[in-house]
């Protein structure tokens, strides 16, 4: 899923989901009941992998895709 400026969303998992981003800054996340934070710097890309343990930064050399499982 893309999100356009100013548009929020929620992205429904099973086990794992991949958010990508091409402007860390831009993009706050909230996952649960932990507060809203972001990805990163702006215009950083980052890589976040989120699983029922919590999220995980995903390394930008990583063969992990984008993807919702």
């Known amino acids: 899923k893309a999100f356009s400026a100013g548009e929020t969303g929620q992205i429904k998992f ?24 972001h990805m990163g710097q702006k215009g950083f890309i980052q890589m976040w992998k989120f699983t029922a343990a919590g999220r995980q930064d995903v390394p930008q050399n ?3 895709a984008c993807a919702v499982h």
């Open 62 to 64: 990583s063969a992990s």
């Open 14 to 37: 099973s086990n794992v989901a991949t958010v990508r981003t091409g402007n860390a800054g831009g993009l706050e996340i909230t996952f649960g009941s932990k507060p809203a934070e």
